[in-house]
C-alpha cells in the first residue's frame, strides 16, 4: 500500500512496517501489531556510498520494498529484541555475479529495556488490581496493595519518560522527537483558530507528522514537554490540560500559542513563563480564563502580545515597544 510522497506501508510476518522515501534520506519503521513496539532508523545516501555504482540510496529502498513484498529477493536473519531489530537482504544481480548481503539494524525507540519494564509493570497493576477487588474485608492487607500499585505506578511513569530522543505525551499517539524545533498540537477533530490547520484524522498523513503536527485524543498531562529544550515554536489547540506549568521548561521558545475553538476557562495563571526568557511572541486565543498578564513584563526580548477573546485587563502594563493585540 503506497501512502502520500512516497511512502508506503506494508505487512511483513507480525509487524506493519512503513518506509517515507525523502530525497535525501530514507526511513523505516517496524511496528509489532501485538505489543505496539517500535523500532526506527534514518537512512542517508552516505550510509550506502559502496552501493553508489548501483543506485546508492535509491538501489537500497527498492531492494528493501521488494524484499519485504517477498519479490525476488530473501530476507535472513531476522533477529528482534527489545533493543534492536535486525535482519539481512541477499542480493545478487545474475547467476555469475557475487551475491551482496546487506545489512539493516533498526534501533529501538525506547532505550535498554525500557518496553519490557513497562509491559511488565502494566501486568503487576492489572493483577494486584484484581487482588485488591478479593480482599476488600481485610484493610490491612488493601492498604499495603495500595502501597505496591502507586510505587509500580511510578516506576511506569518512569519507565515512559526512559525514551531514546523521544517524548511520548499521554493522549496523543505519536511519539514525538526530543529535539524537535516546531510542534503544534491540536485535539482530534479541531481546528487552529488562527492557521486553520485541521487535526482530523482522516486528514492526516505520515508526511503530515513529519512537519510537527500531531493531534490527541485528551490531553491532561503536558508533563513531558520539559524535555523539549531545543523547541522554539510551540503552539496547542483546544488542551484539556489546567495545568500548563511544564512548558515553563521549554526555554528555547520564541513563539508560544495557546489556543481554543471556543472561550475555556482552563488557562487561569501563567506565572510560569517568566522561565521563558527568549520568548518573542506569544498567544492566548478566546482564553477567557485568563486575566492578568503581568509575568509577560518579565521578557524582554518579547515583541508581540495577542490576547483576542481573552479575559486579560491589564494590557495598558506594556509600552509602544510591544505590540498587543485584542486590547
Known amino acids: 500500500m503506497y501512502l502520500n510522497h512516497g511512502s508506503m506501508e506494508l505487512a511483513y510476518k507480525d509487524y506493519s512496517v512503513r518506509i517515507v522515501h525523502n ?6 519503521r517496524f511496528t509489532d501489531a501485538k505489543t505496539m513496539r517500535l523500532w526506527q532508523v534514518v537512512y542517508t545516501e552516505r550510509d550506502f556510498v559502496e552501493y553508489q555504482v548501483l543506485g546508492g540510496l535509491e538501489f537500497v529502498a527498492s531492494l528493501l520494498k521488494d524484499a519485504l513484498k517477498s519479490e525476488v529477493y530473501e530476507i535472513s536473519d531476522f533477529k528482534v529484541t527489545s533493543k534492536q531489530l535486525s535482519f539481512t537482504i ?16 533498526l534501533s529501538a525507540i525506547k532505550k535498554e529495556t525500557a518496553n519490557v519494564d513497562m509491559e511488565a509493570v502494566s501486568k503487576k497493576i492489572a493483577l494486584l488490581e484484581k487482588a485488591l477487588a478479593e480482599l476488600v474485608p481485610l484493610q490491612k ?11 509500580l505506578t511510578q516506576d511506569l511513569e518512569i519507565q515512559k519518560e526512559k525514551s531514546a530522543g523521544y517524548i511520548v505525551l499521554p493522549g496523543c499517539p505519536f511519539s514525538i522527537r526530543e529535539d524537535t524545533q ?3 498540537l491540536g485535539l482530534i477533530n479541531s481546528t487552529n483558530p488562527i492557521t486553520s490547520q485541521s487535526y482530523h484524522y482522516s486528514a492526516y498523513s505520515w508526511n503530515l507528522l513529519t512537519m510537527a503536527n500531531y493531534f490527541f485524543d485528551s490531553l491532561n498531562n503536558l508533563n513531558n514537554v520539559k524535555y523539549l529544550k ?37 488557562l487561569v495563571d501563567i ?29 524582554k526580548k518579547l515583541k508581540s502580545i495577542d490576547v483576542r477573546g481573552s ?7 506594556f509600552g509602544a515597544h510591544v505590540t498587543v493585540t485584542g486590547r
Not at 541477499?90 to 539494524?105: G, S, W
Not at 496547542?236 to 472561550?263: A, C, E, Q, V, Y
Not at 506565572?271 to 521578557?299: A, D, M, Q
Not at 479575559?311 to 502594563?317: A, C, K, R
Request: negative net charge.
Open 23 to 28: 530525497p535525501s534520506d530514507i526511513i523505516v
Open 90 to 105: 541477499q542480493y545478487a544481480p545474475d547467476e555469475h555475479c557475487k551475491q551482496i548481503n546487506i545489512e539493516f539494524l
Open 141 to 151: 492487607e488493601v492498604a499495603q496493595q495500595k502501597e505496591k500499585i502507586n510505587s
Open 182 to 184: 516546531t510542534l503544534h
Open 230 to 266: 531545543k523547541c522554539e515554536i510551540f503552539s496547542i489547540t483546544d488542551p484539556t490540560t489546567k495545568d500548563f506549568s511544564p512548558i515553563g521548561h521549554m526555554t528555547s521558545l520564541k513563539n508560544l500559542r495557546i489556543l481554543f475553538s471556543s472561550g475555556s476557562t482552563v
Open 271 to 299: 506565572s510560569w513563563i517568566e522561565k521563558l526568557t527568549n520568548l518573542e511572541s506569544v498567544i492566548f486565543y478566546n482564553c477567557k480564563g485568563l486575566r492578568n498578564i503581568s509575568p509577560l513584563l518579565e521578557l
Open 311 to 317: 479575559g486579560v485587563q491589564n494590557t495598558e502594563l
